[in-house]
């Protein structure tokens, strides 16, 4: 993976994501359709907690984020649930923008070293690949995610 392929991958994937959610009316954001009573805005959220953990292992060139790392992945999205349940939909977009615009400039700082030598990064494990950690937690994970948003848009929740 080329530090263009990953760049191409992400802009690609996130303007399909974007894409989907622009498709979304306010009221279809907020209806609990998906499994666990979860709603569009939830997975917006979600999706946003990745993109930031993602923005700070480039910022500090280190696999370091938050204490939700050390728990398992369900316990984890549980706790990210939990967090944004009570947030408007309006902020909850609004970081999403946010947090998008400062990861992909932080993204456009890394060198193709980088991407494959997780020795630059402080505490990130040998075998792990930087390049498959950041797409895991944005291109790979829009991907992962947009068939939730479908259902919801094939549910009647259009503009």
Same mark, same amino acid.
């Given at each position: 993976? +080329? !530090?263009?392929?990953?760049?191409?991958?992400?802009?690609? /994937?996130?303007?399909?994501?974007?894409?989907?959610?622009? !498709?979304? #009316?306010?009221?279809?954001?907020?209806?609990p359709r998906l499994p666990g009573a979860r709603t569009a805005k939830d997975v917006v959220?979600?999706?946003?907690?990745?993109?930031?953990?993602?923005?700070?292992?480039?910022?500090?060139?280190?696999?370091? $984020?938050?204490?939700?790392? /050390?728990?398992?992945?369900?316990?984890?999205?549980?706790?990210?649930?939990?967090?944004?349940?009570?947030?408007?939909?309006? #902020?909850?977009?609004?970081?999403? /923008?946010?947090?998008?615009? /400062?990861?992909?400039?932080?993204?456009? +700082?890394?060198?193709?070293?980088?991407?494959?030598?997780?020795?630059?990064?402080? #505490?990130?494990?040998?075998?792990?690949?930087?390049?498959?950690?950041?797409?895991?937690?944005?291109?790979?994970?829009? !991907? $992962?995610?947009?068939?939730?948003?479908?259902?919801?848009?094939?549910? $009647?929740?259009?503009?």
């Amino acid at each position: 993976m +080329t !530090k263009a392929e990953l760049l191409r991958n992400v802009r690609e /994937e996130h303007e399909r994501w974007v894409s989907v959610l622009e !498709k979304l #009316d306010e009221a279809a954001m907020l209806e609990p359709r998906l499994p666990g009573a979860r709603t569009a805005k939830d997975v917006v959220a979600h999706v946003s907690w990745y993109e930031q953990q993602a923005a700070a292992i480039v910022r500090q060139r280190a696999l370091r $984020g938050s204490e939700l790392w /050390e728990r398992s992945q369900e316990e984890r999205n549980a706790v990210i649930f939990a967090e944004n349940r009570d947030r408007t939909l309006e #902020d909850v977009l609004a970081e999403a /923008e946010r947090v998008f615009a /400062e990861l992909w400039e932080l993204l456009q +700082t890394l060198d193709e070293e980088e991407l494959h030598d997780a020795s630059r990064f402080a #505490d990130m494990p040998a075998d792990w690949p930087p390049w498959e950690v950041l797409a895991d937690n944005t291109c790979e994970h829009y !991907k $992962g995610h947009l068939p939730e948003l479908q259902v919801v848009l094939d549910a $009647g929740g259009s503009n």
